[in-house]
């Protein structure tokens, strides 16, 4: 651990705190429907969609509406990327002439984009077609983005409201999100990405010829234009099979410290969009100080265990930290904040390999995952996810003193507290019940690279990665097999949708509740201690939840590999 490693992480945590506030503004105005300085460009252009989708937009849904239309709208993505997967070989921007993707591939990877996953069975220079990777990847990584924010929308108009039956349209939605946010961001980064090196082209694969006279085939195509909204959206698929590991979708320094910066650019936004629509913006920076202070403990431990090596490393001479799976022109400090980064949000993109990580270094990962993606989280995702939890922990705080919790002027009430609950006990059921599975099925234990506790944890971070919404993988699991396509896209089905259907739930029955004034008995909500009463809510849940899974696997490793051990 070094004082420039401190800096640069000091140095990315001021940026995304400055980026909070404007960008919140903005977003606010856009989902209002209030006048921004894009609107002489894009509101023609908005009302065309509406007129041609045939759309009102001032007729806002009750939010069983805005769920089915959600869910409706899934479906017409999943049939996209499953048909244009299937039919690859006679579709045309396929100059590797790639075959047809086979079903249960093509069946995994379009349950993974619509759920904004990106978990990837494949390697996609050597797999996906330049058509499948823009109109069904590209597209959908702009649309299951766009989903997110607006449910997190809804679910804090949830808050604001009083006495209503409707929380928004989802089609209006998702629309001015894809408008006036992802598209016009993405345009200028997708330019920054280019000038840094990254491929966009629509021309063949190169034939280079190698100092030993061999011939070698160098994999391009519309890189930038993915890469950025990969990032920005918390997609996370990779172009290629290397991920941010691979130089031409992370060539630089600069371009690996403004991809971290994109992932959780929007999440944190968010939480100002919160303040802002229920008319306090204290209410925003105290949930954001609860994200910052299980990240920065996140980071802090990832970068200690791999600065410090392992036993093992230090009898072999290699001191220094651990750089096995690292990419050195990003070095430790970069690769231990990017992998904390990209599990804290539910992006899942990689400029290491975890699986090479040290085991308590290995684990922050997995645990920020576990925990529900809720650090920052996803784009929308780990907004509404956070308020799940602050929602139990006003509940916990109504039982401490014996009065009904309240919360922005909003009674929390049984209804509240059930679906809350419901929907973060989805998470556990699906991540240790297919891992228990998985660890006892013959084909599924085929598919592990290694045995002991080190396997174990490769398992429960694919299901943890898939329930998740994640899409990081810990790489040595062969995933690619009848039994780990099906049921991991299980997961990531469950995982995003059984998820969202109780917290917009909760949308709908606070929106129609009345506000309440602050009373003498009112807890605080924007000051220390209720940003350490939901941090302690979220590390307790997690912790009676997933600890003994992280025992079986992670702190045994740990344990073990401090003794002279290695699996």
Known sequence: MTMIGWLQIILYCVIIVALTKPLGWYMTRVFNGERTFLSPVLRPIEIGIYWFSGVDEKREQHWLTYTVAMLLFHVGGFLIIYGVMRLQDVLPFNPAGQSAVAADLSFNTAISFI??????????????????????LTHQNFLSAATGIALAVALIRGFSRASMRTVGNFWVDVTRCTLYVLLPICIVYTLFLVSQGMPQTLGDYVEATTLEGAKQTIAVGPVASQVAIKMLGTNGGGFFNANAAHPFENPTALSNFVQMLSIFTLGAALTNVF????????????????????FLAGVAITYWAEANGTPTLHALGLTGGNMEGKEVRFGIVASSLFAVITTAASCGAVNAMHDSFTALGG????????????????????????????ILAIFVAGLMVGRTPEYVGKKIEAREVKMAMLAILVLPLMILGWTAVGVVYPAAVASMANAGPHGFTEVLYAFT?????????????????????????????????????????????????????PSAGTLPTTGGLFVGLVVGVVLIIGGLTFFPALALGPIVEHLAMNAGQVF
Do not use: D, H
Request: charged share 5%; net charge positive.
């Open 115 to 136: 759920t904004n996953t990106n978990w990837q069975n494949y390697g996609g220079e050597s797999t996906i077609s330049y058509l499948v990777q823009m109109l069904g």
């Open 275 to 294: 303040g802002r629509m229920v008319g306090n913006q204290r209410q925003g920076w105290a949930i954001l100080s609860v994200m910052g202070v299980l």
């Open 363 to 390: 684990m922050i990962p997995l645990i920020n995952i576990e925990l529900g993606e809720i650090i920052v989280g996803g784009v929308g995702a780990g907004m509404y996810g956070m308020l799940l939890f602050v």
């Open 465 to 517: 990665s898939a329930t998740g919404n994640n899409g990081s993988a810990f790489a040595g699991l062969t995933g690619n097999t009848f039994f780990y396509n099906l049921t991991l896209a299980s997961a990531m089905f469950v995982g995003r949708f059984f998820m969202i259907i109780p917290a917009m739930a909760i949308a709908g029955s606070l929106a129609a509740k009345k506000s309440i004034p």
